[in-house]
């Protein structure tokens, strides 16, 4: 496909159709996304969940598939497989499963479903479903018939769903049900059968929420569900002034005092800032005996707080006994993303300490810190509960590490030898299943029996993988000195190199793409990307860029970008891509850069600072201007933090701040920009306002640049509606084929 691939000029509709099969291809699989273990002397089945994305209808779908995977155990002490097999297999593209868990036994699974209601008031019903695995019996109850609260979060930030030790009931988090409201002018005058409650002049009053993918959360409670048809229930059971509750887990089940729940609660300060993608938002850990009767009558239940102010926590979990639990730790306010602690809580003595601190600046090749957007697995803890298995980002890689608890080594378990993205799904009897990828490696289930993995081998593959015609490499790179003598010089970062196969000998220079990641303190793993793949497939090579700033290699680094954005990472893309360009065969002429949020801030930077090096950007909901979003964006405290601004809640906006955002956003180069630009906008973006981009692109066309803006009605900031994804692909690419010479005048 390489060689005839500037063929395609001639054939604009031969090339669209290409871009159209190499996304098929580069999707055409079931991307593993959850599993767990059943262990027995003989054998290990998982029972895993995969989810495979389909274009072939009017909007797409997802079809979701569970099957049960078996192999035997081997070897001595059964620490090798057999060859595994598919015992089961189910799929099924209808039903939207908000949160499921299984109890400690495995003898039940529980799972919240929502449908849409039929009342046309835009509301879901949530119906919970227990079914016991040996019987195949199934129990339902209609949560929303309790009407005991609103909608029930999602595992995506405060969604937790858990089985108390004795089985009998489940904890789960859901939005406070919303009070009653009514008109001033009600339809029939003189009705009097409204509740005493609710207050007229109130049916349109606003609440602030909790910004992107969280519109509908204002404050949330934790719920208990008594799930058996002889003794249902549902009943909150915390519900707490000004804080958001969430990620809810069950006390240890030897607590003499009775039923206990430790929670992380978030501050609803005012104004409200966004919380997905925000690990920096303050918040605490607290815990509750559900049976502590309060003082007063009707007064909030006895909660404590069992972490360290000014900070924020997360995820927490208990070892098997129930004597030690862990949650994550990061300063409060700050950069959106950053190196955490590993806190340890000891349940008797109530006493707080770190096992793992923060990096600040990691050896070459040693642990980089803590880095996790996700929650801990639910089960994450060796056998003895002494050792915490779990994933984190490691430079351009996502690996698995074990942390011992008690003295705060960290070890790494994922083999050198397969760089790429290692993702932990669970843990029993000390027996790891994880799910790989890289580059040129479909996402696949592996397992490994912990001990002994120090090499590939002791990772069995347990599903199908697909390789594709792709080569990678991660390269270490260092800033260019002549444009920064500042002690952040010294910061080194990577890039990851891929591109097709065929490449490798290939006389014909290829056309190179330049993805730098948004955020900015996030990370673009060495993992499988249905994009980059694609992009390889018809005849492109691409960079992924890890500037400085980027999550996964010491918090000196994070650190270093903050006041420095508009400036360190557009040197470090640009030093990645002059990197690509000696290490491949690219075709100077022929330099793209794609990029989304923070990637696309980078993306309008370039073509700016730059604008004879780039012949075409594609810039998805990207920042623009730092200024002009401050006062709409949902996560007003980023644009000031990445400015080198004070982080200050009750901070009046000033002239001479707004003049230091703006002089750090893209705009600012807007008079230099040569390369046409296709932009794509979701318009239901709460994280970068719409705005931005439709902005640039009029003051483009003013400027008789050629662009195009794509504008996706019902999407929001990732893009990732399944007809969204494919559609921006096509359209990526035609619009790089078509784009035309960039002159140098």
């Given at each position: 496909?390489t060689?005839?691939?500037?063929?395609?000029?001639?054939?604009?509709?031969?090339?669209?159709?290409?871009?159209?099969?190499?996304?098929?291809?580069?999707?055409?699989?079931?991307?593993?996304?959850?599993?767990?273990?059943?262990?027995?002397?003989?054998?290990?089945?998982v029972?895993?969940?995969?989810?495979?994305?389909?274009?072939?209808?009017?909007?797409?779908?997802?079809?979701?598939?569970?099957?049960?995977?078996?192999?035997n155990?081997?070897?001595?002490?059964?620490?090798?497989?057999?060859?595994?097999?598919?015992?089961?297999?189910?799929?099924?593209?209808?039903?939207?499963?908000?949160?499921?868990?299984?109890?400690?036994?495995?003898?039940?699974?529980?799972?919240?479903?929502?449908?849409?209601?039929?009342?046309?008031?835009?509301?879901d019903?949530?119906?919970?479903?227990?079914?016991?695995?040996?019987?195949?019996?199934?129990?339902?109850?209609?949560?929303?018939?309790?009407?005991?609260?609103?909608?029930?979060?999602?595992?995506?930030?405060?969604?937790?769903?858990?089985?108390?030790?004795?089985?009998?009931?489940?904890?789960?988090?859901?939005?406070?049900?919303?009070a009653?409201t009514?008109?001033?002018?009600?339809?029939?005058l003189?009705?009097?059968?409204?509740?005493?409650?609710?207050?007229?002049?109130?049916?349109?009053?606003?609440?602030?929420?909790?910004?992107?993918?969280?519109?509908?959360?204002?404050?949330?409670?934790?719920?208990?569900a008594?799930?058996?048809?002889?003794?249902?229930?549902?009943?909150?059971?915390v519900?707490?002034?000004?804080?958001?509750?969430?990620?809810?887990?069950?006390?240890?089940?030897?607590?003499?005092k009775?039923?206990?729940?430790?929670?992380?609660?978030?501050?609803?300060?005012?104004?409200?800032?966004?919380?997905i993608?925000?690990?920096?938002?303050?918040s605490?850990?607290?815990?509750c005996?559900?049976n502590e009767?309060?003082?007063?009558?009707?007064?909030?239940?006895?909660?404590k707080?069992?972490?360290?102010?000014?900070?924020?926590v997360?995820?927490?979990?208990?070892?098997?006994?129930?004597?030690?639990?862990?949650?994550?730790?990061?300063?409060?306010?700050?950069?959106?993303?950053?190196?955490?602690?590993?806190?340890?809580?000891?349940?008797?003595?109530?006493?707080?300490?770190?096992a793992?601190?923060?990096?600040?600046?990691?050896?070459?090749?040693?642990f980089?810190g803590l880095?996790?957007?996700?929650?801990?697995?639910?089960?994450?803890?060796?056998?003895d509960?002494?050792v915490?298995?779990l994933?984190?980002q490691?430079?351009?890689?996502?690996?698995?590490?074990?942390?011992?608890?008690?003295?705060?080594?960290?070890?790494?378990?994922s083999?050198e030898?397969?760089?790429?993205?290692?993702?932990?799904?669970?843990?029993?009897n000390?027996?790891?299943?994880?799910?790989?990828?890289?580059?040129?490696?479909?996402?696949?289930?592996?397992?490994?029996?912990?001990?002994?993995?120090?090499?590939?081998?002791?990772?069995?593959?347990?599903?199908?993988?697909k390789d594709?015609?792709?080569?990678?490499?991660?390269?270490?790179?260092?800033?260019?000195?002549?444009?920064?003598?500042?002690?952040?010089?010294?910061?080194?970062?990577?890039?990851?190199?891929?591109?097709?196969?065929?490449?490798t000998?290939?006389q014909?220079p290829?056309?190179?793409?330049?993805?730098p990641?948004?955020?900015?303190?996030?990370?673009?793993?060495?993992g499988?990307?249905?994009?980059?793949?694609a992009?390889s497939?018809?005849?492109?090579?691409?960079v992924?860029v890890?500037?400085?700033?980027?999550?996964?290699?010491?918090?000196d680094?994070?650190?270093?970008l903050l006041?420095?954005?508009?400036?360190?990472?557009?040197?470090?893309?640009?030093?990645?891509a002059?990197?690509?360009?000696?290490?491949?065969?690219?075709?100077?002429?022929?330099?793209?850069?794609?990029?989304?949020?923070?990637?696309?801030?980078?993306?309008?930077?370039g073509?700016?600072?730059f604008?004879?090096?780039?012949?075409?950007?594609?810039?998805?909901?990207p920042?623009i201007?730092?200024?002009a979003m401050?006062?709409?964006?949902?996560?007003?405290?980023?644009?000031?933090?990445?400015?080198?601004?004070?982080?200050?809640?009750?901070?009046?906006?000033?002239?001479?701040?707004?003049?230091?955002?703006?002089?750090c956003?893209?705009?600012?180069?807007?008079?230099k920009?040569k390369a046409?630009?296709?932009?794509?906008?979701?318009?239901?973006?709460?994280?970068?306002?719409?705005?931005?981009?439709?902005?640039?692109?009029?003051?483009?066309?003013?400027?008789?640049?050629?662009?195009?803006?794509?504008?996706?009605?019902?999407?929001?900031h990732?893009?990732?509606?399944?007809?969204?994804?494919?559609?921006?692909?096509?359209?990526?690419m035609v619009?790089?084929?078509?784009?035309?010479?960039?002159?140098?005048?």
């Amino acid at each position: 496909m390489t060689e005839s691939n500037w063929a395609w000029e001639k054939d604009q509709d031969a090339f669209t159709a290409a871009a159209c099969e190499a996304w098929t291809a580069a999707t055409d699989y079931a991307a593993p996304t959850d599993g767990r273990l059943v262990v027995s002397d003989t054998e290990i089945i998982v029972n895993a969940e995969a989810v495979q994305s389909l274009y072939d209808c009017e909007d797409g779908m997802k079809v979701k598939t569970q099957s049960t995977i078996r192999a035997n155990r081997l070897g001595h002490e059964g620490r090798q497989l057999g060859k595994p097999e598919v015992l089961a297999r189910t799929s099924s593209s209808g039903e939207s499963v908000v949160v499921s868990s299984h109890s400690d036994d495995g003898q039940f699974c529980a799972k919240i479903t929502s449908t849409k209601s039929k009342s046309g008031n835009g509301d879901d019903n949530y119906h919970l479903t227990v079914t016991d695995t040996y019987s195949g019996a199934t129990t339902y109850l209609s949560l929303s018939a309790q009407k005991a609260h609103g909608a029930v979060c999602p595992n995506t930030q405060f969604g937790s769903l858990s089985f108390s030790p004795d089985g009998s009931k489940l904890l789960y988090v859901a939005e406070k049900k919303a009070a009653s409201t009514k008109s001033y002018f009600p339809a029939k005058l003189g009705t009097d059968g409204d509740d005493a409650d609710t207050k007229a002049g109130d049916e349109f009053l606003f609440e602030d929420s909790w910004g992107e993918q969280l519109t509908k959360f204002h404050h949330t409670v934790l719920v208990v569900a008594q799930w058996r048809k002889s003794e249902q229930s549902v009943k909150v059971v915390v519900d707490l002034p000004t804080v958001s509750a969430g990620q809810a887990v069950w006390g240890p089940a030897s607590d003499s005092k009775g039923d206990s729940v430790v929670f992380i609660g978030w501050l609803e300060e005012n104004p409200r800032r966004g919380l997905i993608y925000c690990t920096q938002r303050p918040s605490f850990a607290y815990k509750c005996y559900l049976n502590e009767q309060p003082a007063e009558k009707g007064a909030a239940p006895v909660v404590k707080v069992i972490s360290r102010p000014e900070k924020s926590v997360r995820s927490p979990s208990f070892n098997p006994s129930g004597d030690k639990l862990v949650f994550l730790e990061q300063d409060a306010r700050g950069p959106h993303h950053a190196c955490s602690r590993l806190m340890v809580y000891d349940w008797a003595s109530e006493t707080l300490s770190v096992a793992v601190n923060i990096v600040d600046l990691p050896r070459e090749k040693a642990f980089c810190g803590l880095y996790r957007w996700e929650c801990l697995p639910s089960r994450t803890w060796s056998e003895d509960g002494k050792v915490l298995y779990l994933s984190t980002q490691w430079r351009s890689e996502q690996v698995i590490a074990s942390v011992d608890v008690a003295s705060g080594k960290v070890t790494r378990l994922s083999p050198e030898s397969e760089v790429g993205s290692w993702a932990l799904l669970d843990v029993k009897n000390d027996i790891l299943l994880a799910l790989y990828s890289n580059p040129s490696t479909t996402p696949h289930l592996r397992v490994c029996f912990a001990g002994g993995a120090t090499s590939s081998n002791d990772w069995f593959a347990l599903s199908p993988s697909k390789d594709l015609a792709v080569t990678f490499s991660v390269v270490d790179l260092l800033p260019d000195k002549t444009e920064d003598t500042s002690p952040a010089s010294k910061i080194p970062f990577q890039a990851t190199l891929i591109s097709p196969s065929t490449a490798t000998g290939s006389q014909k220079p290829l056309p190179l793409v330049v993805m730098p990641h948004g955020g900015p303190h996030t990370c673009a793993p060495a993992g499988y990307s249905a994009n980059h793949a694609a992009v390889s497939q018809l005849g492109y090579c691409s960079v992924v860029v890890n500037y400085r700033g980027s999550s996964g290699f010491g918090q000196d680094s994070i650190v270093s970008l903050l006041g420095k954005v508009g400036v360190n990472d557009v040197q470090d893309v640009q030093t990645a891509a002059i990197k690509a360009m000696s290490e491949l065969n690219i075709d100077p002429a022929k330099v793209f850069i794609h990029g989304g949020s923070h990637g696309g801030f980078l993306c309008a930077h370039g073509i700016g600072q730059f604008p004879t090096f780039y012949r075409a950007a594609c810039i998805r909901n990207p920042v623009i201007n730092l200024a002009a979003m401050h006062s709409v964006t949902d996560i007003c405290d980023w644009t000031l933090v990445e400015a080198g601004l004070p982080d200050d809640p009750g901070m009046e906006s000033t002239v001479e701040s707004m003049k230091t955002m703006l002089e750090c956003s893209p705009i600012v180069h807007i008079n230099k920009v040569k390369a046409a630009t296709l932009m794509l906008i979701g318009e239901m973006d709460h994280r970068v306002p719409p705005s931005q981009g439709h902005r640039y692109i009029r003051l483009l066309k003013n400027r008789n640049v050629k662009c195009r803006l794509l504008s996706y009605p019902k999407d929001c900031h990732p893009l990732g509606e399944v007809k969204t994804q494919a559609d921006t692909f096509v359209n990526m690419m035609v619009w790089y084929q078509n784009s035309p010479r960039v002159s140098s005048v």
